[in-house]
């Protein structure tokens, strides 16, 4: 008979159209925002580069310090008063004149003239580009790459047991966790908290329960929901391994796919954080049909929802604490109190400041908290499966046996 109400229930669900809706347009809108902002990224850089290209513009200078290489000025109109210059600026006869003073501790000078699209142009590069280029001309080449920075830095960070720590590698499976997560929890919010009012208020629930038992019914709901979000991780992570593993594959021309290719995901990290991940939604899931099975009506539910809302996303407001090497009081708070554990247990692993027994001992407060609330769920499900119209009753919730 679970077996049943477990199929009917992915069935009524997968025929609605808002499932799908959800499930698909996410996917498609976080992939559609990332090449977009890609493509926005590749036009905005090119605007900038065709911007900072002066090669059109009527350059003037004055150089009192005399250190600018006459040979970087063949295209330059050189000033000998620094009036006259502005002048021509002011007059149109120039675009830009730059004024040099003899002693550095006085700001070197830009004047141009307003034309569209200007508050974009890069004045200040020719100029840093001539006095470099003039300086590095009297160095050892050394020195030049010093001065022009050209020098390349590898840092390698060693964990405890004496290997490499790739440290963005070791991000990646806490840190899409986490997104999924969080994309769980606010499309199947307030879905979870319904599921069991609906047939409430519909009278479903006192049909159904003359041929099936009260705790049939919502075992059922409960797993068919945890199913539902389960097929909902797949549909969600299915594109981003399938753009992962193209990015590693193949360049997109015009992007820098580096770090996604250069990637080499740990997985012992992907192992964890996919069990996290599930005892963590697997929680979310039964608060939700406990909540669920203590209001009688949807329009009661937004109140407990909400409070349950900002106990699971209460790390978010906490963010600072997670970043320091160090853990506060709070962050020991919130990682190991069931409701805020999962997001702060990611975060922690992501960051690097989580301990392997800290992680155990989370994940077992996690387990051992779904558990007890499903449990609980039940027992309030069994006791006022139909008396649609009585109030709550937190004792009988948390007391009655």
Not at 142 to 157: F, P
Not at 240 to 252: E, S, T, Y
Not at 363 to 379: H, P
Request: net charge neutral; glycine share 6%; charged share 15%.
């Amino acid at each position: 008979m679970l077996k049943e109400v477990v199929r009917f229930e992915i069935v009524r669900s997968l025929k609605k159209p808002s499932f799908w809706v959800a499930a698909i347009l996410l996917p498609v809108l976080l992939i559609g925002y990332i090449f977009f902002a890609g493509f926005s990224g590749m036009k905005a850089e090119k605007a900038l580069v065709e911007n900072g290209n002066l090669s059109d513009k009527r350059l003037s200078l004055m150089d009192e310090s005399n250190i600018i290489n006459a040979s970087f000025l063949e295209h330059v109109t050189t000033i000998k008063d620094k009036n006259e210059g502005i002048l021509n600026v002011k007059s149109g006869a120039m675009d830009v004149f730059y004024f040099v003073p003899s002693d550095f501790a006085q700001p070197i000078e830009i004047y141009s003239l307003n034309s569209s699209g200007s508050f974009l142009t890069d004045y200040r590069s020719k100029i840093d580009e001539w006095l470099k280029a003039s300086v590095v001309g009297e160095l050892t080449e050394a020195q030049a790459i010093v001065m022009m920075g050209g020098y390349r830095v590898d840092t390698v960070k060693f964990n405890n047991s004496g290997g490499e720590n790739d440290e963005l590698s070791n991000m990646v499976a806490p840190i899409v966790g986490l997104a999924i997560f969080y994309v769980l929890i606010c499309i199947f919010g307030n879905r979870l908290t319904t599921a069991t009012i609906e047939e409430k208020e519909n009278r479903i629930t006192e049909m159904l329960l003359t041929s099936i038992s009260a705790k049939t019914l919502i075992v059922g709901k409960i797993l068919s929901l945890i199913l539902l979000g389960f097929l909902q991780v797949f549909i969600f992570v299915i594109p981003i391994m399938m753009i992962w593993l193209f990015a590693k594959q193949n360049q997109i021309a015009g992007l820098d796919l580096s770090i996604l290719t250069n990637l080499e995901i740990n997985p012992l990290t992907v192992i964890i954080s996919v069990i996290l991940l599930l005892s963590s939604y697997i929680l979310f899931v039964g608060l939700c049909v406990f909540v669920g099975t203590l209001v009688p009506t949807a329009k009661e539910v937004s109140g407990y929802s909400s409070i349950m809302m900002i106990l699971v996303i209460m790390p978010m407001f906490f963010l600072s604490s997670f970043l320091v090497s160090t853990p506060t009081v709070v962050t020991y708070a919130l990682s190991f109190f069931p409701f805020s554990a999962p997001i702060s247990l990611f975060l922690r692993f992501a960051f690097g400041t989580l301990t392997w027994w800290e992680m155990a001992l989370g994940l077992a407060i996690i387990t051992v908290s779904a558990v007890l609330i499903i449990r609980q769920a039940i027992k309030v499900f069994q006791f006022g499966a139909v008396g649609l119209t009585s109030k709550i009753n937190l004792k009988d919730a948390f007391f009655r046996r």
